[in-house]
Nanobody, 121 residues
């Protein structure tokens, strides 16, 4: 059974930094794209950043220049370094992975349960 587990969320003051981690575990043949999404209070879930197997990255305009996504395939882990945090970054942050559990089956989409990030003074 594949699991994604996020960690690193918490309460931080405006201008502060946090680093989120997402560890994939279980029977995994290959991890393709990994990404981070967030859902602010009362709003829909939105894409924050994603990274391909070739380390190509994409960012939402609202986080460009402040957030950095990276991955360590040996550890089956994705990271989201968040700097210069703003109150509007407050949300539950979810990890997403498009991965192949087996060598012969199709890639599937998996989600973590989320980690809360609160930016407040």
């Amino acid at each position: 059974q594949v699991q994604l587990v996020e960690s690193g969320g918490g309460l931080v003051q405006p201008g502060g930094s946090l680093r989120l981690s997402c560890v994939a575990s279980g029977y995994i043949f290959r991890i393709n794209t990994m990404g981070w999404y967030r859902q602010p209070p009362g709003k829909q879930r939105e894409s924050v950043a994603n990274i391909s197997r070739s380390d190509s990255t994409n960012y939402a305009d609202s986080v460009k220049g402040r957030f950095t996504i990276s991955r360590d395939d040996a550890k089956m882990t994705a990271y989201l370094q968040m700097n210069s945090l703003k109150p509007e970054d407050t949300a539950v942050y979810y990890c997403n992975a498009d991965l192949s559990p087996t060598a012969w089956g199709p890639a599937e989409d998996y989600w973590g349960h989320g980690t809360q990030v609160t930016v407040s003074s």
